[in-house]
């Protein structure tokens, strides 16, 4: 069977270093195909800043591509994973589902792609559920357990989600650090502490860094307990890092442990299909406390104007989108 016509469709292009615009196009179904009319969409901020000043290394640019991007790094790029959209057709008509896909207005997707929402996961929440996969994989990595002493460097999404996932382990003392003062009503809300990086706990048993910088990871070896695990869950790019190992990095044992949602960690890929790990992480959404994590709200006719000043902007968590 060959693709049908499916009508037209409208989405955001990164077009250039710091540009962006709305380009319409013909939409195609292939055989297998789900149609969706978008319903809302999420801005990963940091991915999605790095991809505008087109900061995506050249080696890398294979593995970064998008599951349904369009062109190729750096410009012109269609690109975003964090979709919500109603299904028009078929048995599951009416129901909202998440994709992976871009900021796009109508969408054309392998059905393999699609996941119905699960009960009590509204479409305006379930924008988080890329994120929400990310801090699954992290805490994986990390191997967190009840009763730990949690530090969790930057108070981004993937930060705040993955401090809210231990912190609902039994007996775990959980800390969220950001130079931002006002994130600590945002940890208030996730049920986890919160300190400025001079006030971070140390001894701590496991310790996340997620705010893509050289003083908070310094930070992060610095609140880790003795052959305590570090997992970096940063992603920098084309920026170069710079660490010191000194001090007391080899006296104390610690293990610096790299994550990407990329893969599923060794211990769980033969029983868990990435699929599987983004249903949890749907699942895991039931819980309002996680809308503290929406900071901010953009008609999709309107984002080309805000676009950058909305990933420019170190308040932002994650910005939706809505298709109206």
Request: charged share 20%; hydrophobic share 50%.
């Amino acid at each position: 069977m060959e693709a049908r016509d499916a009508g037209s469709a409208l989405a955001l292009w990164i077009v250039g270093p710091g540009a962006v615009e709305i380009r319409g196009a013909a939409l195609r179904a292939a055989p297998g195909d789900v149609l969706l009319a978008t319903r809302f969409s999420g801005i990963s901020r940091g991915t999605e800043a790095l991809v505008l000043r087109g900061g995506v290394p050249e080696g890398e640019r294979t593995r970064m591509r998008a599951p349904l991007q369009a062109g190729d790094f750096p410009w012109p790029v269609k690109y975003g994973y964090a979709a919500v959209g109603r299904i028009l057709e078929g048995a599951e008509a009416g129901r909202d589902a998440f994709v992976l896909a871009p900021h796009q207005d109508r969408l054309a997707v392998p059905g393999a792609m699609v996941l119905p929402l699960p009960e009590g996961v509204p479409a305006g929440r379930a924008v988080l559920a890329a994120n929400m996969e990310t801090a699954l994989n992290v805490v994986w990595d990390g191997a967190a357990g009840p009763g730990d002493r949690v530090a969790v460097i930057g108070a981004g999404v993937v930060g705040a989600l993955a401090a809210w996932l231990c912190g609902r382990m039994p007996g775990a003392e959980v800390t969220l650090i950001d130079l931002l003062p006002g994130r600590a009503a945002l940890a208030a809300a996730l049920g986890v502490g919160f300190a400025l990086p001079e006030d971070a706990p140390g001894g701590c048993d496991l310790v996340i860094h997620a705010s893509a910088s050289a003083a908070g990871l310094e930070t992060a070896l610095a609140a880790a307990g003795e052959e305590a695990r570090v997992v970096e869950a940063s992603w920098y790019g084309d920026r170069a890092g710079t660490l010191g190992l000194g001090g007391g990095f080899h006296s104390r044992r610690l293990r610096l442990v790299s994550s990407q949602v990329g893969m599923v960690p060794a211990s769980r890929r033969a029983r868990w299909p990435r699929r599987r790990r983004l249903e949890a992480a749907l699942r895991l959404l039931a819980d309002p406390a996680l809308d503290a994590l929406i900071s901010g709200e953009t008609d999709f006719s309107d984002l080309p104007a805000r676009y950058g000043a909305i990933l420019d902007d170190p308040g932002t968590l994650c910005h939706r989108i809505a298709y109206r």
